[in-house]
């Protein structure tokens, strides 16, 4: 029998959730009682509910994994969690654990991943909890941690439990006059039976492997690393039949390889260029945690993650899930180009704009009236589960280029002819000093709210805009009717192109600007975006005086 150890402990300042969760440097977790203490308050953020629950564990696999996945254990333990249910050697993507909370109904998840931040020691670490349908946990919620994490004086752990989680099984242990069991499961099984029962996986098959009609198609599906790996081995190789050479870096590392595994233009550039100059009319990426993705085409043709949704959501009918659950309204966060709002108005579907955040779609799900959502931030989803899902959006993308028999650029093409074309691009400027961003936002703010902001007009390269509307974006959620202020300074110009600003909160150090850039083009559809945005990439530079704040004059990363 083992027994329950209560630690005196004292708060740490700062162990307040962003986004997504906790996020800071490796080292800031190891710092004594650190993980302790945040592990503790969310656990008694559960108050009477944790007694006899269960709840899901896994990660991406950086580095500090496994040892917070022991922690976990031992504290779950002393707190009287009946069970929990534990990736092998940890490893369970971000969409998985939605996956598994949801199908086992367990009261939530602990998920531990820093998602598309740099791992290995001098690097990120992550911890985030997902209630019991599946997501990320709302700010409700994760204030409530927070605040308990600025009071916590103590916390209760079983040290003498030893768990071997590289080995699929049951262990159970003797805690008090309990018992406490640990279940370490396969990491992937239970979300490839879910991604069969969503997709048509012989067509895909047939897709891959080519027809009398048509020849192979052929992709390359990079996991950066990252912990799809296991996911995208027994998807593409063992289920789909594609060859070795239609995968990469799919083995999960404590550092990704030294990579940055977040699937854009600029970090997934060594796949852009394979793609670019090879042979495959697909390509892949996802990132750390693999809820994010990025699809391109043929020669590296570019899906804009804000155009992705929104071919999507005109296509649902080419897959089963959609076909058999229905499709309800679309949703996008509010910096998201607005492409997908004239496929809802077209189809007749609702349509809703939320924060930035994947949270913000969970209540729209569960009241069923989202079906399709997705984030210019390399997110797409579906209601499938409560999380955005990488792996899901390349079995999407295939499954409609199986049905349409089009290439990627063909499908997007017509498209834009059919919709007209959003334009967007997004400059970040990452790891700035936080106080002259902070009153960067604030002199935004207050020239964009004072009196006669709205309807001025503002010129650059020969192209002239009206404001419309000018405001900090504010949500009330139309289901629980909480609200969300301040969530990004938003400039609207009579011809519906917009401008955003706002600080990312997803972070571990300094400040990370974003200035998103969305415009509509009804005719001119083929243009290069880069040139197509630059009148309005300067108005905004202009208005914000970004450069003069941040000191940079050029983004870090252009998506
Ligand atoms: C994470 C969340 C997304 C969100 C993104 C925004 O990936 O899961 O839902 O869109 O962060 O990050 P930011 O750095 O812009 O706050
Ligand atoms: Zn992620």
Request: charged share 20%; net charge negative; hydrophobic share 35%.
């Given at each position: 029998?083992?027994?329950?150890?209560?630690?005196?402990?004292?708060?740490?300042?700062?162990?307040?959730?962003?986004?997504?969760?906790?996020?800071?440097?490796?080292?800031?977790?190891?710092?004594?009682?650190?993980?302790e203490?945040?592990?503790q308050?969310?656990?008694?953020?559960?108050?009477?509910?944790?007694?006899?629950?269960?709840?899901?564990?896994?990660?991406?696999?950086?580095?500090?994994?496994?040892?917070?996945?022991?922690?976990?254990?031992?504290?779950?333990?002393?707190?009287?969690?009946?069970?929990?249910?534990?990736?092998?050697n940890?490893?369970?993507?971000?969409?998985?654990?939605?996956?598994?909370?949801?199908?086992?109904?367990?009261?939530?998840?602990?998920?531990?991943?820093?998602?598309?931040?740099?791992?290995?020691?001098?690097?990120?670490?992550?911890i985030?909890?997902?209630?019991?349908?599946?997501?990320?946990?709302?700010?409700?919620?994760?204030?409530?941690?927070?605040?308990?994490?600025?009071?916590?004086?103590?916390?209760?752990?079983?040290?003498?439990?030893?768990?071997?989680?590289?080995?699929?099984?049951?262990?159970?242990?003797?805690?008090?006059?309990?018992?406490?069991?640990?279940?370490?499961?396969?990491?992937v099984?239970?979300?490839?039976?879910?991604?069969k029962?969503?997709?048509?996986?012989?067509?895909?098959?047939?897709?891959?492997?080519?027809?009398?009609?048509?020849?192979?198609?052929?992709?390359?599906?990079?996991?950066?690393?990252?912990?799809?790996?296991?996911?995208?081995?027994?998807?593409?190789?063992?289920?789909?039949?594609?060859?070795?050479?239609?995968?990469?870096r799919?083995?999960?590392?404590?550092?990704?390889?030294?990579?940055?595994?977040?699937?854009?233009?600029?970090?997934?550039?060594?796949?852009?260029?394979?793609?670019?100059?090879?042979?495959?009319?697909?390509?892949?990426?996802?990132?750390?945690?693999?809820d994010?993705?990025?699809?391109?085409?043929?020669?590296?043709?570019?899906?804009?993650?804000?155009?992705?949704?929104?071919?999507?959501?005109?296509?649902?009918?080419h897959?089963?899930y959609?076909?058999?659950?229905?499709?309800?309204g679309?949703?996008?966060?509010?910096?998201?180009?607005?492409?997908?709002?004239?496929?809802?108005?077209?189809?007749?579907?609702?349509?809703?704009?939320?924060?930035?955040?994947?949270?913000?779609?969970?209540?729209?799900?569960?009241?069923?009236?989202?079906?399709?959502?997705?984030?210019?931030?390399?997110?797409?989803?579906?209601?499938?589960?409560?999380?955005?899902?990488?792996?899901?959006?390349?079995?999407?993308?295939?499954?409609?280029?199986?049905?349409?028999?089009?290439?990627?650029?063909?499908?997007?093409?017509?498209?834009?002819?059919?919709?007209?074309?959003?334009?967007?691009?997004?400059?970040?400027?990452?790891?700035?000093?936080?106080?002259?961003?902070?009153?960067?936002?604030?002199?935004?703010?207050?020239?964009?709210?004072?009196?006669?902001?709205?309807?001025?007009?503002?010129?650059?390269?020969?192209?002239?805009?009206?404001?419309?509307?000018?405001?900090n974006?504010?949500?009330?959620?139309?289901?629980?009717?909480?609200?969300?202020?301040?969530?990004?300074?938003?400039?609207?110009?009579?011809?519906?192109?917009?401008?955003?600003?706002?600080?990312?909160?997803?972070?571990?150090?300094?400040?990370?600007?974003?200035?998103?850039?969305?415009?509509?083009?009804?005719?001119?559809?083929?243009?290069?975006?880069?040139?197509?945005?630059q009148?309005?990439?300067?108005?905004?530079?202009?208005?914000?005086?970004?450069?003069?704040?941040?000191?940079?004059?050029?983004?870090?990363?252009?998506?």
């Amino acid at each position: 029998m083992s027994s329950i150890v209560t630690v005196s402990t004292n708060p740490y300042e700062g162990q307040k959730p962003g986004t997504s969760g906790l996020r800071k440097k490796v080292k800031v977790f190891m710092q004594e009682n650190y993980t302790e203490n945040f592990i503790q308050s969310i656990l008694d953020a559960n108050k009477e509910a944790l007694v006899g629950s269960t709840l899901v564990v896994g990660g991406d696999g950086r580095y500090l994994v496994k040892e917070v996945v022991d922690k976990i254990i031992k504290i779950s333990a002393g707190n009287g969690v009946a069970k929990l249910l534990v990736g092998q050697n940890g490893i369970l993507s971000t969409p998985a654990v939605s996956h598994i909370i949801r199908k086992y109904q367990t009261l939530g998840g602990i998920v531990l991943t820093a998602s598309h931040n740099p791992g290995g020691i001098n690097n990120d670490f992550g911890i985030k909890f997902n209630c019991s349908n599946g997501g990320p946990a709302p700010d409700g919620t994760t204030n409530d941690i927070y605040r308990l994490t600025t009071d916590i004086t103590e916390y209760k752990i079983v040290p003498d439990i030893h768990c071997n989680i590289d080995e699929v099984g049951v262990s159970r242990f003797k805690v008090g006059e309990g018992e406490f069991v640990v279940e370490v499961i396969d990491s992937v099984k239970d979300y490839v039976e879910y991604m069969k029962s969503i997709f048509d996986f012989p067509k895909i098959k047939t897709l891959l492997q080519g027809s009398e009609l048509r020849k192979p198609f052929k992709v390359l599906i990079d996991s950066m690393n990252g912990v799809t790996g296991p996911y995208v081995r027994r998807i593409f190789l063992e289920e789909l039949g594609a060859s070795m050479g239609s995968v990469r870096r799919v083995t999960p590392l404590e550092d990704f390889g030294g990579a940055h595994p977040d699937p854009n233009l600029t970090y997934a550039a060594d796949l852009v260029n394979e793609v670019k100059n090879g042979d495959f009319d697909f390509g892949a990426a996802f990132d750390g945690d693999g809820d994010r993705n990025m699809i391109i085409g043929r020669k590296a043709f570019f899906v804009t993650p804000s155009d992705s949704l929104a071919v999507l959501a005109s296509q649902l009918e080419h897959i089963p899930y959609f076909r058999s659950s229905g499709v309800k309204g679309f949703a996008r966060s509010m910096p998201t180009a607005a492409a997908v709002d004239r496929v809802a108005e077209a189809l007749g579907k609702e349509m809703f704009q939320v924060p930035t955040g994947w949270k913000y779609f969970g209540n729209l799900m569960d009241a069923g009236r989202l079906s399709l959502c997705g984030e210019e931030s390399f997110g797409t989803g579906s209601d499938h589960v409560r999380e955005k899902d990488g792996l899901w959006a390349a079995l999407a993308w295939l499954s409609v280029l199986a049905a349409t028999g089009k290439s990627v650029e063909e499908m997007l093409v017509a498209h834009w002819q059919q919709y007209g074309r959003n334009y967007f691009t997004r400059y970040d400027y990452e790891e700035c000093p936080s106080d002259p961003c902070n009153e960067m936002m604030q002199e935004l703010e207050k020239t964009m709210t004072s009196p006669g902001f709205v309807g001025s007009q503002h010129s650059a390269a020969g192209k002239s805009y009206t404001v419309a509307l000018a405001d900090n974006f504010s949500y009330m959620d139309p289901v629980d009717r909480s609200v969300a202020m301040k969530q990004g300074l938003r400039i609207v110009f009579e011809d519906g192109s917009r401008i955003v600003v706002r600080l990312s909160g997803t972070g571990s150090s300094g400040a990370t600007v974003r200035l998103y850039i969305d415009s509509y083009e009804a005719k001119d559809v083929l243009g290069d975006a880069q040139q197509m945005l630059q009148p309005l990439i300067q108005v905004a530079l202009d208005i914000s005086k970004l450069q003069q704040y941040t000191g940079r004059d050029a983004p870090t990363v252009i998506t």
